[in-house]
């Protein structure tokens, strides 16, 4: 069975910071692309980071030099690390893991995210 549990939510005040991690269990870790999505209310869900198996990463533009992702292979979990936080970034944060070849595609069940003071 498939499992990609998120951690690390919460409420944080502008400008502070989260660190996100999502433990995957079930499947192959390091053939699996790894994503952050988030979700804000009444809006559609949207990619926030990528990493590759390789380790490379991309990012969305209202996210780039605030937030950093990272895998550990050797855990099976990825991270985001989320700096200088705006109340905009308030959402739901999900996990999602991408079979590098065919069509296999996971998601966690969210980690809310709030920032305000």
């Known amino acids: 069975q498939v499992q990609l549990v998120e951690s690390g939510g919460g409420l944080v005040q502008p400008g502070g910071s989260l660190r996100l991690s999502c433990a995957a269990s079930?499947?192959?870790?390091?053939?699996?692309?790894m994503a952050w999505y988030r979700q804000a209310p009444g809006k559609q869900r949207e990619l926030v980071a990528i990493?590759?198996?390789?380790?490379?990463?991309n990012y969305a533009d209202s996210v780039k030099g605030r937030f950093t992702v990272s895998r550990d292979n050797a855990k099976n979990t990825v991270y985001l690390q989320m700096n200088s936080l705006k109340p905009e970034d308030t959402a739901v944060y999900y996990c999602?893991?991408?079979?590098?070849?065919?069509?296999?595609?996971?998601w966690g069940q969210g980690t809310q995210v709030t920032v305000s003071s």
């Open positions: 990493i590759t198996t390789g380790g490379t990463t």
């Open positions: 999602n893991a991408h079979h590098v070849i065919d069509v296999r595609n996971y």
């Open positions: 079930g499947i192959i870790f390091s053939i699996y692309n």
